[in-house]
């Protein structure tokens, strides 16, 4: 189960990563060394880079709480920086910082950034309301497999079956495979939706695919005996499916300087089994778009 604060932390990285040098490694969690004991810390995210001929790390940590972040944490930060020796310390916060970690951490030189919701009037670029989703699917109906010029097999090795019981083997490589992994691997399935129109409707169309030196060829079996596939021919039905999802959260990353990242969240099913869908404005106005699935790693 991972650590609690950890899809916090990935966030993190993800934003802190966009506008990276060429060269810089960022690494969650990451394990410094620590100096004085000779033990390895670990450290929420590490930012490695080259600049003259030199190494620099800069760690960040990050603590997703409800509470105002106080001058205890900054202190051990202190420490931590002096002991790992590293370059620099960020610390990030979800509920910002008390006044006397504001001055602590100004005083060491720790940069403190924050991670917080927003209204829609703070947010100071174009928001969609919400974004149209296309999902697209396609069902089998039936399938013909011809055999060629071979007599009857009795009994047939597809007679009254159901779709899903009929499996094709690939010769290439000796894999069985059932008819849906069949046609993805010999048609390109979105080629064909490139083709139709883009509404709601169901769209049915025969696919003939013949074996060729393309495909390698495919066997089928019955009674222990297999037989050459000559053709398939499938009846598709395409059809898309097209949702609205609205915005689920506004949210800004920013630093003291005043140099922020604007995040706006849409959260919902997306194709490739994706949560989460996210616009996101750099510091430098860059437009980005990111997709995450909290149960992978970002």
Same mark, same amino acid.
């Given at each position: 189960?991972? &650590?609690?604060?950890? !899809? ?6 993800? +934003? *802190? ?22 033990? &390895? ?6 930012? %490695? ?59 060491? *030189? ?24 296309? !999902? &697209? ?12 010029? /071979? ?5 047939? #090795?597809?007679?009254?079956?159901? +779709?899903?019981? /009929? ?8 894999? /069985? ?20 129109? +883009? ?6 169309? %025969?696919?003939?695919? #013949? ?9 089928? *079996? ?77």
């Amino acid at each position: 189960m991972p &650590r609690k604060g950890k !899809d916090f932390e990935l966030l993190i990285k993800k +934003l *802190e990563g966009i506008l990276l040098p060429v060269g810089a490694i960022i690494t969650s969690p990451d394990y410094i060394e620590d100096k004085v004991t000779g033990t &390895r810390r670990e450290t929420d995210i590490s930012i %490695k880079y080259a600049y003259d001929d030199c190494m620099y790390t800069t760690i960040i940590e990050c603590r997703d709480r409800s509470s105002t972040q106080d001058v205890t944490w900054i202190e051990q930060l202190v420490t931590k920086t002096r002991d790992t020796g590293v370059s620099k310390v960020i610390a990030v916060s979800s509920a910002g910082f008390s006044e006397n970690a504001i001055k602590k951490a100004s005083h060491y *030189e720790i940069e403190l950034k924050t991670y917080k919701e927003i209204m829609q009037e703070n947010v100071d670029w174009f928001v969609p309301a919400y974004i149209v989703i296309c !999902d &697209r699917k396609h069902t089998i109906l039936s399938a013909v497999i011809n055999l060629g010029d /071979i007599k009857p097999i009795d009994p047939s #090795p597809f007679e009254n079956k159901q +779709l899903s019981e /009929i499996f094709l083997l690939r010769i290439r490589d000796n894999k /069985i495979i059932d008819l849906s992994e069949f046609l993805q691997e010999n048609i390109p399935i979105q080629s064909v939706f490139s083709q139709l129109p +883009l509404d709601e409707s169901s769209h049915v169309l %025969k696919i003939c695919i #013949p074996m060729d030196e393309n495909n390698g060829g495919y066997n089928i *079996e019955s009674d222990g005996c297999f037989y050459a596939v000559q053709q398939v021919e499938i009846l598709v039905d395409f059809c898309t499916v097209i949702r609205k999802v609205p915005v689920s959260k506004k949210t800004i990353y920013s630093g003291q300087l005043g140099n922020s990242t604007q995040v706006i969240e849409f959260g919902g099913s997306f194709p490739g089994q994706y949560s989460t869908l996210q616009l996101i404005k750099a510091e430098d106005g860059s437009i980005y778009i990111s997709s995450s699935d909290p149960s992978k790693p970002h």
